[in-house]
């Protein structure tokens, strides 16, 4: 375990904001990958970020930093999906919103490339799961766990994504 | 991949070998994160306000991070009639400083342009300037009105008022007091921490909460709560072992008042929680690393995960 792991497990804000500092475009590569929006991606590695400094007492090293941080952060984004469909947001009319908080955006600009955006264009089901196999390494049983489905489901929707890929890049 | 898979998909998964494992993120996502740990986690130490110095020195060391502030700074103008500063009345853009103190009288009014944000101070308010640095901004509303918009790390940006302390969050609110300490907070973006030793409450966008003399903030509501709902929340503001309002209270919410019934799983005493919770529950329904037994017995980590999820006010152009 490296000193700026101990220093942060301790408390110390500015040593979790370097491993924040180290970490942070991995982890917003998958969260964007995983919600296909550049806004909701944000919000999630704020979540990821919080969560782990309220988790980092248990990490104990017996695995990489880089891998529990990847785990735990598959495990936020996809609880807070699962989530979100429990949820209903409460809509207030204000004037001048611009004034209090900045809108949020469903917009894909900065995906960048044409695979990006079309993996954000897959289905929420078939992108988690193609995300999570063909760009992450997971397993199926892995995915399985993670996802709250059967292996066979999600072996389907990665052939799902697979063909809807190639469809939308013409290939 | 089988060879069926790689006949099929060779192109598409070469192509996925190639991403990038890291993307930097479009803007810098520390700041709302450095605000989020000074209200989760289990560092904190909700009962009491000794960690607000700590956080506060963490909010500086932030500021100097993301290099947002120009500097400490304030400069009191006059928007109607003419408020009174320094025992004068003030006719052109006026520097005040810690120990200065600005009040309105019933047909003026005063704007203060501070360097996170500004205040719009209204008619018949005293407010005094307690601390002017970098770190900290802190100002006492004795009585009267402001109107507050502040961008800046969460806890540089203070209010203390007779009854409770505002610690802003990041935010936008409006704060009324009488001398006596009674009032309402008001919050119109972000969040903010209005507290008395023994009792805080989070009051985010789209709610309002009560303070009182001697007392302190009372259990925050949103802004379309039902009448029913407030009238029972007055009186366990005023008497929390008050079952016959509980009852009123729990019946009367809906899941856009979970921010109440989250409140009060704290405030009502260990006999009465389980109701409490059972009704929360009931509207926003937990996720499944939040128990029961955990909430009864206050386990700050599942409350905090618990509010994730009660529904959230965002803002629409109005029409």
């Excluded at chain 1, 995300?131 to 799902?160: M, N, P």
């Excluded at chain 2, 109440?260 to 260990?270: F, I, K, P, T």
Aim: aromatic letters at 6%; a positive charge.
């Amino acid at each position: 375990m490296t000193d700026l792991i101990r220093r942060a497990q301790a408390g110390d804000e500015e040593a979790f904001h370097d491993l924040y500092r180290e970490h942070v475009g991995r982890i917003y590569a998958l969260c964007l990958r995983l919600t296909g929006r550049r806004d909701e991606a944000e919000e999630r590695v704020q979540d990821v970020f919080v969560r782990v400094w309220r988790k980092l007492g248990s990490f104990r090293g017996e695995s990489a930093f880089s891998t529990w941080l990847h785990r735990l952060a598959v495990n936020v984004v996809l609880s807070e999906r699962r989530g979100a469909l429990r949820r209903r947001l409460r809509v207030e009319s204000v004037p001048d919103p611009a004034a209090l908080e900045r809108p949020g955006r469903a917009s894909t600009a900065g995906l960048g490339l044409d695979l990006e955006r079309a993996i954000a264009a897959l289905p929420d089901g078939a992108r988690e799961v193609f995300v999570l196999y063909d760009v992450e390494g997971y397993t199926h049983a892995e995915i399985a766990r993670h996802c709250g489905v059967a292996e066979g489901t999600s072996k389907a929707q990665l052939f799902r994504a697979r063909r809807l890929l190639r469809e939308m890049l013409g290939r | 991949m089988t060879d069926h898979e790689r006949d099929e998909f060779g192109d598409l998964l070469r192509d996925v070998e190639r991403l990038p494992k890291s993307i930097e993120p479009p803007r810098d996502l520390w700041p709302g994160i450095a605000a989020r740990l000074a209200t989760a986690g289990p560092r904190r130490a909700w009962r009491s306000l000794a960690w607000v110095p700590a956080l506060a020195a963490a909010a500086g060391l932030v500021l100097l991070l993301v290099g947002r502030a120009r500097g400490p700074g304030l400069e009191a103008s006059a928007l109607a009639g003419r408020p009174q500063a320094r025992g004068a009345a003030i006719t052109r853009p006026t520097t005040l400083v810690a120990g200065d103190a600005l009040s309105t009288d019933d047909s003026s009014r005063a704007h203060l342009r501070l360097s996170i944000g500004d205040m719009d101070v209204e008619p018949g308010t005293r407010l005094r300037v307690l601390a002017m640095r970098r770190h900290e901004q802190r100002f006492a509303l004795e009585r009267g009105a402001i109107t507050a918009r502040v961008s800046a790390p969460p806890r540089v940006f203070v209010v203390e008022t007779p009854s409770a302390v505002a610690t802003d969050l990041g935010c936008a609110y409006t704060l009324a007091v009488d001398s006596a300490g009674n009032g309402l907070l008001r919050v119109t973006a972000g969040i903010v921490e209005f507290g008395s030793p023994g009792r805080v409450a989070f009051v985010p966008l789209g709610a309002a909460v009560p303070t009182y003399a001697g007392r302190g903030p009372g259990v925050p509501y949103v802004n379309d709560a039902g009448l029913a709902l407030r009238r029972a929340l007055e009186r366990l503001d005023a008497t929390p072992g008050d079952r016959v309002a509980l009852t009123a209270a729990l019946a009367a919410a809906r899941a856009d008042d979970g921010l109440s019934l989250w409140h009060l799983v704290s405030r009502v005493d260990a006999a009465a929680r389980g109701a409490v919770f059972d009704r929360l529950a009931q509207l926003v329904p937990p996720p499944a690393d939040v128990t029961r037994d955990g909430i009864l017995g206050l386990d700050r980590e599942m409350l905090d995960t618990w509010w994730q999820y009660l529904p959230r006010t965002v803002w629409r152009q109005g029409l």
